[in-house]
Nanobody, 122 residues
Framework: QVQLVESGGGLVQPGGSLRLSCAAS????????MGWFRQAPGKEREFVAA???????YYADSVKGRFTISGDNAKNTLSLQMNSLNVEDTGVFYC????????????????WGQGTQVTVSS
């Protein structure tokens, strides 16, 4: 049974940093894509960043240069280092998993964590 558990959200001021983590267990396939998505209030869930089993990374244009996704295969953990946060980054951040190949569409990901809230506010 696949389990994805996010942690690390919180309240941060504009310009600040946060690090999100996702602990994964029960991965059903080896060639995977693990991604981060966010959902702002009243908006659709959107792609943020992803990494595949070979450590190839993918980013939304809005976070390039500010966010860094990384994975630890030995520990089955996924991280998202978020720097230079702004109020538009506020939302619930979700960890998600699918079989390769990469996709930016949330509907292509069958496995999801429960989400962690990130609030950027002064």
């Amino acid at each position: 049974q696949v389990q994805l558990v996010e942690s690390g959200g919180g309240l941060v001021q504009p310009g600040g940093s946060l690090r999100l983590s996702c602990a994964a267990s029960g991965l059903p396939f080896s060639r995977y894509i693990m991604g981060w998505f966010r959902q702002a209030p009243g908006k659709e869930r959107e792609f943020v960043a992803a990494i595949n089993w070979a450590a190839t990374t993918y980013y939304a244009d809005s976070v390039k240069g500010r966010f860094t996704i990384s994975g630890d295969n030995a520990k089955n953990t996924l991280s998202l280092q978020m720097n230079s946060l702004n109020v538009e980054d506020t939302g619930v951040f979700y960890c998600a998993l699918r079989r390769s190949p990469f996709s930016r569409s949330p509907s292509d990901y069958p496995y999801w964590g429960q989400g962690t809230q990130v609030t950027v506010s002064s």
